[in-house]
């Protein structure tokens, strides 16, 4: 891990539950609230993520601050047992990072109705239960939270992903709302908008793709996922305690750039 700006200690009494934590930028991210002192949980649908996590983790803090459990965020039932078990667990949640979701490139055209619903649950409802469920029953009983939701850089229309497009513009728009509605219980909501990141999400990809996302971006380079966790810390942290309702963008400089990502014809 490279140097944080942060000192020591900063979450020291909290505890952080992150979504899609097995892997990528929410395991990076977890890291980083582990090693500044958080009681981490991390969730996945898959257990060989969250075993690997899990060893991960242990490289920056003691097992006794470490939870992990399987949940698929589309099904509610799942979601309220997870949230449960943390609870049961270390007895509190402040930070909630929404990392979990998915897509697939694809031309708006070649998407089948299945692959719409199937994108809109996993990067719009889910993120709506767990938002839910951690609010509810943590985070509004004890006046206090911070929620992170990490979304997409999908500022003017994001061409061959038009369902996470449209999902994740839906969690920008919530974002703000829930900012409004539950700053009386001091809680603080914000969203994080990747650019284009190498992860194993996107390794994933087709290399035209890759290369053309690459391009579209003005340092001509992908994000790592330990250079998005950084922003997303500070975010979950106290020290943005003024800041509600915002999306913060890591992409490159994407947004301001004259081209926009397009899919290859052949995509």
């Keep these: 891990m490279t140097t944080f700006p942060f000192a020591p200690g900063l979450f020291d009494g ?8 097995g892997t990528g930028i929410g395991l990076a991210t977890a890291r980083r609230l582990a090693a500044l ?3 981490v949980a991390i969730a996945s649908r898959k257990q060989p993520n969250l075993d690997a996590g899990l060893a991960s983790l242990g490289e920056v803090t003691k097992s006794e601050n470490l939870f992990a459990m399987t949940c698929d965020t589309r099904e509610v039932t799942q979601v309220e047992a997870l949230v449960d078990a943390v609870l049961a667990k270390f007895g509190r949640i402040d930070v909630l990072i929404n990392n979990a979701g998915g897509q697939f490139p694809t031309a708006a055209e070649n998407l089948t109705a299945k692959g719409w619903e199937a994108v809109i649950r996993n990067n719009l409802n889910g993120t709506w239960f767990m938002t839910h469920a951690v609010a509810t029953r943590a985070m509004i009983p004890q006046k206090r939270g911070r929620i992170v939701n990490v979304i ?5 229309g994001f061409p061959g992903m038009v369902h996470t497009g449209a999902a994740r513009a839906g969690v920008d728009n919530m974002t703000k709302t829930l900012a409004v509605e539950w ?9 994080l908008a990747p650019g284009f990141i190498k992860s194993s999400g996107t390794d994933q990809y087709p290399s035209e793709i890759v290369a053309v996302a690459i391009k579209a971006s003005p340092v001509k380079r992908g994000g790592t996922p330990d250079e998005v966790a950084r922003l997303c810390v500070f975010l979950a942290s106290d020290q943005l305690d003024f800041v509600t309702g915002e999306t913060w963008y890591i992409d490159g400089g994407q947004k301001l750039w004259g081209d926009v990502f397009q899919i290859p014809d052949e995509a």
């Design 14 to 21: 909290q505890v952080a539950l992150v979504t899609g934590g």
């Design 37 to 39: 002192g958080a009681k």
């Design 152 to 156: 997409a850089q999908m500022w003017r």
């Design 183 to 191: 700053a009386r219980h001091g809680i603080r909501v914000n969203a």
